[in-house]
């Protein structure tokens, strides 16, 4: 068998030869090449676990600070929906101003389905569907508040062009209805209410409108009146008149001044209401029923 040589050459001493065989030179090569194998191969494992241990301790501080911040995001998703819990108490009160009927809360809760709903059982994806359920609500009580300006706007229109106040302070001396005639003594249909007070007393509008007619008007003596839409006004026996027809007087506008003019027995104003070209109780059209300027 062929025979290798090998010769071993110290810094210092004599050198040494030895021999060895073919066979035994293969054999420990081989192990020697498999210790290397195992090195690098531990190594690298080694590398390998290192690296996803670190990346694993990244991924856990990542976490962890996501965590946070969603934490910190639910507490202010929480506030946000205190406030619109408040928001929506406004919403039900102005519904109630604008005389409609709020929602109830089986309505509220905007229930919905179906195949594709999924749940989330994650923290974001519970914030996340808590976010989309508060869009939706925000959109129904948006369509809410409309409806609401909505009537108010129309009602509030009609309030306005109601006679609700008295047009002058002072006394009621004559009401409306049947009533002797201070002149014949006939029993005869009074159409208003008379107020009485001094000469040059401020007389004001019930409510807004446009100047029908202003000037004299046969017993009345100086009148004006106001169409209101749906009502009309007039107020009789003025010492002057303010207001010019065709001119819009708001609630409240001072109009003429109590006086004397026409057929009548002492300085008073005659006020009327009428619906529909009828003559109606002006008293029903005074809030509150009393004669006092509010």
Known sequence: MKKYSILIVPTSGKSHQHEISKGRLIFFSSIAAFIIFLLVSFSVLFLVQRKKIWTDKSLREKNRRLSAEVSQIKRQFDSLQVAFGEMQKLVDAF???ADLSPPDEEVRSLGYGGTELQMHTTPVGSLYASVDMLLKTAQFERKNLEAACSSYVRKKRVFQHTPSVTPMIGYITSRFGPRNDPFTGEIKMHEGIDI??????PVRATADGRVKFAGWYHGYGKMVMINHIYYET???HLDKIKVKPGQYVKRGDIIGTCGRTGKTTGSHL?????????????MNYILPKKVVLS
């Open 95 to 97: 519904m109630e101003i």
């Open 270 to 282: 005659h006020y009327e209401v009428r619906v529909g070209g009828k003559p109606v109780d002006p």
């Open 234 to 236: 007039r107020y009789g």
């Open 196 to 201: 009485a007070n001094r000469r040059g007393t």
